[in-house]
């Protein structure tokens, strides 16, 4: 069994994450909450996982990927790289990736909806703290959203600060 600490370089290095690595159906390490607290890191980490879920519903700039060097504009093709490059270049990039905190437990691909109850967006990733039972979330809405009160299946959500900066050449 291995512990290997995430680089000091991760997007988010001051959440101290580990990998750890055993024969399949070995325990965890006594006392870890691993799955959990990997999960939970994630979401905070602010750089979204999409799954099979939300797959194709998003550019690399709506989950903030260009901010955290996850895609780059100034190599090869790619697959999609027509959609990519007119959001890009275009300047018509109206979704971002935010991070929030609700009351309660989010789910993958809940919608996420402004004061006037419109959708603005969905929820992309969520996760709860292992021993607060904090419920975290990353989700991907509208720009012009990002200011109003917002809610997911009636759940009020709470903004965080990003725990990188985000570009301003999109």
């Not at 691993?34 to 797959?55: F, R, T």
């Not at 100034?74 to 009351?103: D, H, I, M, N, W």
Request: hydrophobic residues 45%.
């Amino acid at each position: 069994m291995s512990l290997y600490p995430i680089p000091s370089d991760s997007p988010s290095p001051s959440l101290a994450r580990a990998l750890w690595l055993a024969p399949a159906g070995s325990g965890a390490p006594a006392g870890a909450q691993l799955p959990a607290w990997w999960q939970w890191s994630e979401v905070m980490s602010a750089v979204p996982l999409v799954g099979a879920a939300l797959a194709e519903q998003f550019v690399p700039q709506m989950l903030n990927y260009e901010s955290v060097d996850g895609v780059s504009f100034k190599k090869g093709c790619y697959p999609g790289q027509e959609v990519v490059a007119r959001s890009q270049f275009r300047g018509t990039l109206k979704r971002r990736a935010y991070l929030v905190q609700a009351t309660q437990a989010l789910s993958v691909g809940d919608a996420v909806l402004d004061a006037e109850g419109q959708e603005v967006g969905s929820v992309v990733q969520a996760a709860t703290h292992p021993d607060t039972g904090v419920h975290n979330a990353i989700i991907a809405i509208q720009t012009s959203a990002a200011e109003q009160p917002l809610t997911a299946n009636t759940i009020a959500l709470t903004a965080l600060p990003l725990p990188y900066s985000l570009r301003n050449d999109i």
